[in-house]
Protein backbone atom coordinates (compact mmCIF):
# COMPACT_ATOMS: atom_id res chain seq x y z
CA UNK A 1 0.00 0.00 0.00
CA UNK A 2 1.14 3.48 -0.90
CA UNK A 3 2.79 4.75 2.56
CA UNK A 4 0.43 7.90 2.59
CA UNK A 5 -2.40 5.77 2.29
CA UNK A 6 -1.34 3.70 4.96
CA UNK A 7 -0.40 6.64 7.01
CA UNK A 8 -4.14 7.98 6.68
CA UNK A 9 -6.00 4.64 7.49
CA UNK A 10 -3.42 4.49 10.42
CA UNK A 11 -4.03 7.68 11.57
CA UNK A 12 -7.61 7.48 11.30
CA UNK A 13 -7.30 4.18 13.21
CA UNK A 14 -5.31 5.47 15.92
CA UNK A 15 -7.32 8.32 17.01
CA UNK A 16 -10.72 5.97 16.89
CA UNK A 17 -8.46 3.66 19.33
CA UNK A 18 -7.56 6.81 21.72
CA UNK A 19 -11.13 8.05 21.83
CA UNK A 20 -12.70 4.51 22.56
CA UNK A 21 -9.76 3.92 25.34
CA UNK A 22 -10.67 7.67 26.48
CA UNK A 23 -14.20 7.55 26.18
CA UNK A 24 -14.95 4.24 27.33
CA UNK A 25 -12.24 1.76 28.49
CA UNK A 26 -10.72 4.03 31.07
CA UNK A 27 -14.44 4.14 32.48
CA UNK A 28 -14.56 0.10 32.78
CA UNK A 29 -10.42 -0.25 34.19
CA UNK A 30 -11.84 2.45 36.78
CA UNK A 31 -14.40 -0.05 37.50
CA UNK A 32 -12.47 -3.29 37.26
CA UNK A 33 -10.03 -1.57 39.60
CA UNK A 34 -12.24 -0.43 42.17
CA UNK A 35 -14.46 -3.68 42.01
CA UNK A 36 -11.20 -5.99 42.53
CA UNK A 37 -9.99 -3.59 45.50
CA UNK A 38 -13.50 -4.23 47.07
CA UNK A 39 -12.93 -8.32 46.27
CA UNK A 40 -9.04 -7.86 48.42
CA UNK A 41 -10.86 -6.23 51.67
CA UNK A 42 -13.01 -9.03 51.98
CA UNK A 43 -10.46 -10.31 54.66
CA UNK A 44 -13.47 -13.43 55.42
CA UNK A 45 -12.93 -14.77 51.92
CA UNK A 46 -10.81 -17.59 50.98
CA UNK A 47 -7.99 -17.07 48.29
CA UNK A 48 -9.88 -18.88 45.83
CA UNK A 49 -12.75 -16.45 46.26
CA UNK A 50 -10.93 -13.51 46.19
CA UNK A 51 -9.08 -14.86 42.81
CA UNK A 52 -12.94 -15.47 41.80
CA UNK A 53 -14.13 -12.24 42.52
CA UNK A 54 -11.16 -10.64 40.45
CA UNK A 55 -11.92 -12.39 37.72
CA UNK A 56 -15.52 -11.73 37.86
CA UNK A 57 -14.24 -8.03 38.09
CA UNK A 58 -12.12 -8.31 34.86
CA UNK A 59 -14.47 -9.79 32.87
CA UNK A 60 -16.23 -6.83 31.26
CA UNK A 61 -12.88 -5.08 30.78
CA UNK A 62 -11.73 -8.26 28.93
CA UNK A 63 -15.18 -8.55 26.94
CA UNK A 64 -14.34 -5.02 25.59
CA UNK A 65 -10.74 -5.38 24.34
CA UNK A 66 -11.67 -8.49 22.75
CA UNK A 67 -14.40 -6.36 20.85
CA UNK A 68 -12.42 -3.99 19.37
CA UNK A 69 -9.80 -6.10 18.98
CA UNK A 70 -12.01 -8.50 16.72
CA UNK A 71 -13.40 -5.63 15.06
CA UNK A 72 -9.93 -4.06 14.18
CA UNK A 73 -8.82 -7.16 12.87
CA UNK A 74 -12.02 -7.31 10.56
CA UNK A 75 -11.72 -3.90 9.19
CA UNK A 76 -8.24 -4.88 8.55
CA UNK A 77 -8.86 -8.09 6.87
CA UNK A 78 -11.19 -6.01 4.70
CA UNK A 79 -8.68 -3.67 4.01
CA UNK A 80 -6.02 -6.20 2.69
CA UNK A 81 -8.82 -8.33 0.87
CA UNK A 82 -9.26 -4.96 -1.16
CA UNK A 83 -5.35 -4.24 -1.70
CA UNK A 84 -5.19 -7.75 -2.52
CA UNK A 85 -7.74 -7.55 -5.36
CA UNK A 86 -5.90 -4.40 -6.59
CA UNK A 87 -2.65 -6.34 -7.01
CA UNK A 88 -4.09 -8.95 -8.93
CA UNK A 89 -5.93 -6.27 -10.91
CA UNK A 90 -2.72 -4.94 -11.75
CA UNK A 91 -0.35 -8.55 -11.94
CA UNK A 92 -3.29 -9.44 -14.73
CA UNK A 93 -3.24 -6.39 -16.75
CA UNK A 94 0.89 -6.75 -16.82
CA UNK A 95 0.10 -10.44 -18.21
CA UNK A 96 -1.82 -8.84 -20.78
CA UNK A 97 0.90 -6.29 -22.01
CA UNK A 98 -0.04 -2.93 -20.42
CA UNK A 99 2.84 -0.75 -20.02
CA UNK A 100 4.35 -0.39 -16.69
CA UNK A 101 3.47 2.95 -15.38
CA UNK A 102 -0.02 2.40 -16.86
CA UNK A 103 -0.37 -0.04 -14.15
CA UNK A 104 0.76 1.30 -11.61
CA UNK A 105 -1.68 4.26 -11.95
CA UNK A 106 -4.19 1.94 -12.17
CA UNK A 107 -2.88 0.05 -8.68
CA UNK A 108 -2.49 3.25 -7.04
CA UNK A 109 -5.95 4.04 -8.30
CA UNK A 110 -7.30 1.12 -7.16
CA UNK A 111 -5.62 1.74 -3.74
CA UNK A 112 -6.60 4.73 -3.01
CA UNK A 113 -9.64 3.83 -3.53
CA UNK A 114 -9.60 1.06 -1.06
CA UNK A 115 -8.67 3.23 1.35
CA UNK A 116 -11.20 5.44 1.00
CA UNK A 117 -13.68 3.60 1.31
CA UNK A 118 -12.91 1.87 4.42
CA UNK A 119 -11.89 5.18 5.86
CA UNK A 120 -15.56 6.00 5.15
CA UNK A 121 -16.37 2.73 7.72
CA UNK A 122 -14.63 4.04 10.41
CA UNK A 123 -16.97 6.39 12.24
CA UNK A 124 -19.81 3.41 11.79
CA UNK A 125 -17.40 0.93 12.96
CA UNK A 126 -16.31 3.13 15.96
CA UNK A 127 -20.42 4.03 16.92
CA UNK A 128 -20.65 0.36 16.62
CA UNK A 129 -18.21 -0.64 19.33
CA UNK A 130 -19.13 2.49 21.50
CA UNK A 131 -22.61 1.02 21.68
CA UNK A 132 -21.61 -2.31 22.42
CA UNK A 133 -18.97 -0.80 25.43
CA UNK A 134 -21.98 1.50 26.93
CA UNK A 135 -23.92 -1.54 26.81
CA UNK A 136 -21.60 -4.09 27.75
CA UNK A 137 -22.07 -6.04 25.20
Not at 74 to 90: E, G, P, S, V
Not at 118 to 132: G, Q
Request: net charge neutral; glycine share 2%; with cysteine.
Amino acid sequence: MAESQQLRVQEAVEAMVKGLERENIRKMQSTMFRCSASCCEDSQASMQQVHQCIEHCHAPLAQAQALVTSELEKFQDRLTRCIMHCNDKAKDSMDTGSKEQQVKRQLESCVTKCVDDHMYLIPTMTKKMKDSLSTGK
